[in-house]
């Protein structure tokens, strides 16, 4: 008769699955109580073997005597082992592959062993998927720089001692729990992700909405049904046998619209009804998106911030759950070497009338070539050699130099036409990126903002600078910062409370309300996650590949 076969056969259920798990270490039963002390050698000999090149766990049971915190008969072994098994189980609840922990070949080793140097092993065994599982659920599954090298964070990891003393506490299941991001935001991705494979259960959204120019208010027709319908099924619309793009199914288009970072006019346009048509298994892939980049940012969302979103164009000021302040932004174009980067720092210093010190990637790759053509070209520039002296442009041939050999810089004074503005706000970084104003005002009016060199550009600088100054605790912030600005001089500004910045791309988010709003995948970034996630085998629960 097997081991297993001795104890009574139960239906696994969460809610059983200590039961389970207790019957697949039977082995214990056999050995008899105290079975890893009754032969310490062996059982230590198997531990040290199998947590070979693994110096945490190896150090951590070496400190600890090589005392089982899994593979014990006692109630507390027991309970380690059920909430370690239900959470491996259920890992696809957090968008991870529940393949990767493999619970199923874990019982079987466990139902398997038979002598000391068995539970040695199993030990071990235990331990590894505990610690990856928390890293992963913790700090991310992904290597962010290995999926672009224009994310620039690494992840959270925890001490695998930590960890393994963690579980041995006295309520392992919560332990467990706890190793998952606590911003609300994950919280409400999680809901998301619940709400979306509820809706790809029961079959979707329905029909898509035919691909026309636009569909406006006032208009009938079949394409005009099908929106009317989805909109039903999506939840913005409430049941209506309507034919007609009535007031009600404009207010429902607005209400999308908003949500998903398009001009809420009411009219269905090409932009809109292709927002309309996304999937949600499509939502679902940006939700688990967000989730993985949730983890990467630990504990970032604590405290005041400052939050940039680049998918969503805005920069966001936040104090304790609450945005306190937000203005609209343009990132960095499309294009190589001008995407804004993303990345978490501390806000230092505000420059008040600053001058443009010209990258060289723009000096030599767009201004060279316009003064080969002409000397006087971009006259608002000032040339200077290496210590610091104007060049005469009327004495100097350009086309002698090439992009490696241009020995000069460039600089825009301060002005109303400088391309920073009036004011730009550091935090010193080796992307050299920075937030600032701009002379061209009228990109913010755009939907999609993404003109820049790679900095962020602010619609409300100045509103951005009187709040950054409440917080420094000035005593009048605007009468202080336009005495400033009147002067016309470059002014450094240091802060004496430093903020956090972070620049994060997000196509799936929550608002203040926890509502999950969508975004589109401006740079890409998000397919080239979703593809490496796929890779490492996250999955879909109705499609696969």
């Known amino acids: 008769m097997s081991v297993v076969s001795r104890f009574p056969r139960l239906p696994f259920r969460r809610c059983t699955a200590a039961f389970v798990v207790s019957a697949s270490l039977a082995v214990a039963v056999l050995l008899g109580p105290g079975a890893a002390r009754a032969q310490p050698t062996a059982f230590r000999q198997a531990v040290a073997e199998a947590a070979y090149g693994d110096d945490a766990i190896a150090a951590f049971y070496r400190k600890a005597g090589y005392a089982p915190i899994w593979t014990g008969r006692d109630d507390a072994a027991r309970a380690r082992r059920a909430a370690l098994i239900e959470a491996l189980r259920g890992a696809d609840l957090h968008g991870l592959p529940v393949a990767r922990y493999d619970p199923e070949a874990l019982l079987a080793q466990m139902a398997a062993a038979r002598t000391t140097r068995d539970l040695g092993l199993v030990e071990v065994a235990l331990s590894r998927a505990l610690v990856t599982y928390a890293n992963d659920v913790h700090g991310g599954l992904l290597e962010p720089a290995r999926i672009d090298k224009d994310i620039d964070r690494a992840n959270p990891r925890l001490d695998p001692a930590e960890i393994l003393s963690g579980i041995s506490g006295e309520d392992p299941a919560a332990y467990i729990r706890s190793l998952a991001p606590s911003s609300r935001e994950y919280r409400a991705l999680l809901r998301e992700r619940l709400r979306l494979q509820q809706v790809i259960a029961a079959g979707g959204w329905g029909a898509t909405v035919p691909d026309r120019r636009k569909l406006e208010p006032g208009q009938g027709g079949p394409a005009v049904i099908a929106l009317r319908d989805r909109l039903i099924r999506m939840g913005y619309l409430g049941r209506s046998a309507s034919r007609i793009y009535d007031k009600a199914l404009t207010r429902a288009v607005q209400r999308f619209q908003a949500d998903h970072g398009l001009t809420p006019d009411g009219v269905a346009g090409r932009a809109t009804i292709a927002q309309i048509n996304v999937a949600p298994e499509s939502r679902l892939k940006s939700v688990l998106v967000a989730m993985e980049r949730e983890r990467w940012l ?11 979103n680049q998918t969503d164009f805005t920069a966001r000021m936040i104090d304790r759950g609450e945005v306190i302040f937000e203005t609209k932004t343009v990132i960095g174009k ?38 080969q053509r002409n000397p006087n070209a971009v006259s608002q520039l000032v040339i200077t050699d290496v210590r610091g002296r104007v060049v005469n ?21 301060p002005g109303a036409r400088n ?74 500004v240091p802060l004496a409370r430093r903020v956090p910045i972070h620049l994060i791309y997000r196509t799936a988010f929550a608002t203040t309300t926890g509502r999950i709003e969508y975004r589109r995948d401006v740079y890409g970034r998000d397919a080239k996650i979703w593809a490496a996630l796929q890779q490492a085998g996250v999955a879909l629960p109705a499609v696969r590949g």
């Open 298 to 308: 630990g504990d970032a969302r604590r405290g005041l911030r400052i939050v940039v």
């Open 334 to 371: 499309n294009a190589e070497g001008r995407r804004s980067p993303e990345f978490s720092d501390e806000m230092e210093l505000m420059v008040v009338n600053p001058s443009w010190y010209v990258p060289r990637s723009i000096i030599v790759k767009e201004y060279l070539p316009k003064l």
């Open 393 to 413: 442009r009327s004495e100097m041939d350009f086309t002698q130099f090439t992009a490696r050999n241009f020995p000069f810089d460039m600089r825009q004074p």
């Open 419 to 492: 391309a920073l503005g009036r004011v730009k706000f550091l935090f010193p970084n080796k992307h050299s990126v920075y937030l600032h104003d701009t002379p061209e005002k009228h990109l913010f009016g755009r939907e999609m903002r993404a003109f820049s060199h790679g900095c962020i550009r602010l619609s409300d600088p100045f509103g951005f600078a009187y709040k950054l100054l409440t917080i420094q605790q000035v005593s009048d912030p605007e009468q202080y910062f336009r005495s400033l600005l009147d002067t016309g001089k470059e002014t450094e």
